[in-house]
């Protein structure tokens, strides 16, 4: 894949990864379950039948002083842990300053920003990523108060098993302080719900109905 500028590259350290479950407690017989660094809605399929997944959501206004969470749609990653189809959207706090940046990624490679489009608090954002083979497919992402829409064409040797697809708030920077979005909603919802926990404390608390999957910081 080409490499843009370093100033258009996501630090990969700082970038989305698979998840990190955490063992539910005995007895939980929900279908909650927790993880170090997601919160969202996940569908498992073991015959590999996912090829597309859209997730639309309005662009949350994160508190703290610092920190930083993405929100994102994607392909694989719970099962199937060796790659990663998925864009989203990262919401950054430096020093009370918060900035927003729409980005694509096929995990294990580095995540890209996007260019030409721009992303404020509040905006509608439709976000879809769509795999035209397991090694090959696009990222889209549509400002739908702005009308502005950016598409990314990308071929990868990490190949998918299409067996999971995800609507997630992520926190990329696991461990550190970070900010805390007070809602971000999903459109559908999934099957399974993950909510993060860190250091014993759950940290988001997902819902979901039969058309949404709402993510919160709590």
Known sequence: MHRPSLA????????????????????????????????????????????????????????????????????????CGNAILQTGIDFTVTDGKVSYDAWYEWFLDYSYDFSGITIDAGDEIKTTVAASSKTSGKSVIENLTTGKTVTKHLTSSSALCEQNVEWIVEDFEENERHSGPGGTTYTPSGDTIIDIKQNGKVLTSVTTSESTATVKYV
């Open 8 to 79: 258009a590259m996501r630090n990969h350290d700082c970038g989305s990864q698979p998840i990190k479950r955490i063992e539910s407690p005995n007895g939980n017989v929900s279908n909650v379950q927790y993880s170090s660094n997601w919160a969202g809605a996940i569908w498992d399929r073991s015959d590999g039948i996912f090829t597309t997944v859209t997730g639309t959501f309005t662009v949350p206004t994160p508190s703290g002083s610092s920190g930083a969470a993405a929100a994102w749609v994607g392909i694989d990653g719970d099962t």
